[in-house]
């Protein structure tokens, strides 16, 4: 099939696209410039039969207001323009997928999962941010899969990418008390679940991707620096966080412990359903 990837320049996207490319689609990847203008991205999504709409900057930064502003129109304004956009076809796509997270759920402590029932939204700005990007995703035609990131680990990217050399020079521990839970998926596993999505277009609303054993981030600290064979540091003060990521900070103390009941219940396998597993897969091969 034809399959255009917005946002498709990035971490998630790269691996998407060459995963893809590998089953025998044709793939078109498309960066910030594909929103440069509605008929420039109407031009885009002529003649796609699967669009992906994971387009949004990078939520592990320094927040300011300025870049909150960004946060939000980097996901809103980009999909409210896809929506028009599709609105222009003679032959509207087949399917679309589009991405959200997890930090739309309100906060709760390991042992107290959530899945794709719970309709309470987190009153912080992760929260807002995700019930806003979900609302406009929710006017694309026809009526998208909306796929709800955990933490995405791999060694090229992410999350994990930031943390390694930290760990590495024996230096890693919790982040603030490490009790906040901490959910999170393999890449080869979301890679996974946008081939599942893909190969079940009657499938839409919300759907969590997410690893099926969330765990505090305290332990998952642990089980990284024995992976490493490094010592398990102090904890990052949530003071010393502050300066470094100002109110993004919250992305890193957000307590989410969300589990993937839809896929699961689909048949969904994880390859790497424990931190443990996911870990050794990444910092071994």
């Known amino acids: 099939m034809n399959i255009l990837l917005l946002g498709g320049t990035g971490f998630v996207g790269r691996h998407l696209a060459t995963a893809l ?35 949004g900057a990078n939520i592990g930064q320094r927040w300011n207001q300025a870049y909150k502003k960004e946060l939000y ?9 896809l929506a028009r956009a599709l609105q222009q076809l003679d032959s509207p796509p087949q399917q679309i997928i589009a991405v959200s997270a997890i930090g739309i759920y309100p906060q709760k402590p390991c042992g ?18 995700g019930q806003a990007w979900e609302q406009a995703s929710q006017q694309l035609l026809p009526s998208p899969l909306i796929m709800r990131f955990g933490v995405v680990l791999g060694k090229d990217g992410g999350a994990l990418q930031k943390m390694l050399p930290a760990f590495k020079l024996g230096l890693g521990g919790p982040v603030a008390s490490g009790e906040q839970c901490f959910s999170w998926v393999h890449i080869d596993d979301l890679i996974a679940g946008f081939k599942w999505a893909i190969n079940h277009p009657e499938q839409t609303g919300p759907i969590n991707i997410s690893a099926p054993h969330p765990l505090k981030q305290k332990d998952f600290a642990r089980v990284l620096a024995k992976t490493l064979h490094r010592p398990y540091g102090l904890p990052m003060p949530e003071f010393m966080l502050k300066l470094i ?11 989410s412990c969300v589990v993937p009941k839809r896929l699961q219940q689909s048949g969904f396998v994880f390859q790497y359903p424990d ?11």
């Open 275 to 285: 931190a443990q597993s996911a870990l050794a897969q990444i910092l071994t091969k």
């Open 21 to 55: 490319r590998q089953d025998g689609h044709q793939v078109t990847q498309a960066g910030r410039t594909a929103f440069r203008s509605l008929e420039h991205l109407t031009s885009l999504t002529t003649n796609q039969q699967v669009i992906v709409q994971m387009s």
């Open 245 to 255: 990521f100002g109110e993004g900070t919250q992305v890193l103390t957000h307590s």
């Open 73 to 81: 129109t980097s996901r809103i304004d980009t999909t409210v323009l």
């Open 112 to 129: 107290e999962p959530v899945d794709e029932s719970c309709n309470q939204v987190d009153t912080g700005f992760l929260g807002q941010l």
